[in-house]
């Protein structure tokens, strides 16, 4: 079945300077690539996605690329806000009805 | 915006007790799933479930999970006899689409096995 891979496990930036957290994805089917965002005690929520027919794609200070043929992915945060600080969750979707499989998340501090 | 709900937030319970946590997805959506989350570990699929079936479950899901879709808005998931490893926070989802999900998820619940 499908695993991901998730790094850095924690990433602390100053505000203002980017981060970049990988991924890593081993089912060669897997189509469906979502990032979550987890504040302390909530939910995991959608920043975003990226489907396998795209390279890239931005929204804001977010964006993510996928290189299909080395099966990874990544998020990219710009200009980092002290509320950027969360853990981070990507996912690949696998098994027939595309259930998420999740990485280890990284835990992100963005110091003032 | 429509949101997936889950009741109780919190649940307390002894070892060898059952407990159903219940969820409400949202209303327009087909596939709901299961998740758990052990305190500070990342989010493990337990089951989808589509069309009234289970459609897919890990390992995790053994015989002492169940999911059950008693009406048309619960979607619920009882564990018969808890272990104290079955602590962790447990997330009801639920998409529109199956292969290329857009998974949006419940705010949790808390489930503690004294």
């Known amino acids: 079945g499908e695993n991901v891979e998730q790094h850095p496990s924690t990433l602390s930036v100053q505000e203002g300077d980017s981060a970049v957290i990988k991924c890593t994805y081993s089912?060669?089917?897997?189509?469906?690539f979502p990032w979550y965002k987890q504040e302390l005690g909530k939910r995991p929520q959608l920043i975003i996605d990226?489907?396998?027919?795209?390279g890239e794609k931005k929204d804001q200070r977010i964006a993510v690329t996928l290189n299909k043929t080395a099966k990874h992915f990544s998020l990219h945060i710009t200009e980092t806000q002290p509320e950027d600080s969360a853990v981070y969750f990507c996912?690949?979707?696998?098994?027939?009805?595309?259930?998420?499989?999740f990485g280890k998340g990284t835990k992100l501090s963005v110091k003032p | 915006e429509p949101e997936v709900t889950q009741t109780p937030s919190h649940q307390v319970t002894q070892m060898g007790q059952e407990v159903i946590l219940r969820c409400v997805p949202i209303?327009?959506?087909?596939?709901f799933y299961w998740y758990r989350q052990i305190l500070g570990q990342k989010v493990e699929f337990l089951v989808s479930?589509?069309?009234?079936?289970?459609?897919?479950k890990s390992e995790i899901f053994d015989d002492q999970f169940s999911v059950e879709r008693p009406d048309g808005s619960n979607f619920t998931l009882k564990i018969r006899s808890t272990k104290l490893e079955d602590s962790a926070m447990y997330f009801c989802?639920?998409?529109?689409?199956?292969?290329?999900?857009?998974?949006?998820f419940g705010s949790g619940t808390q489930l503690s096995v004294l």
């Open positions: 989802a639920s998409s529109v689409e199956g292969a290329v999900v857009k998974l949006f």
């Open positions: 089912d060669s089917a897997s189509n469906y």
């Open positions: 990226i489907r396998s027919n795209v």
């Open positions: 996912a690949a979707n696998g098994g027939s009805q595309g259930n998420l499989i």
């Open positions: 209303s327009n959506h087909l596939y």
């Open positions: 479930f589509y069309n009234n079936e289970i459609s897919e």
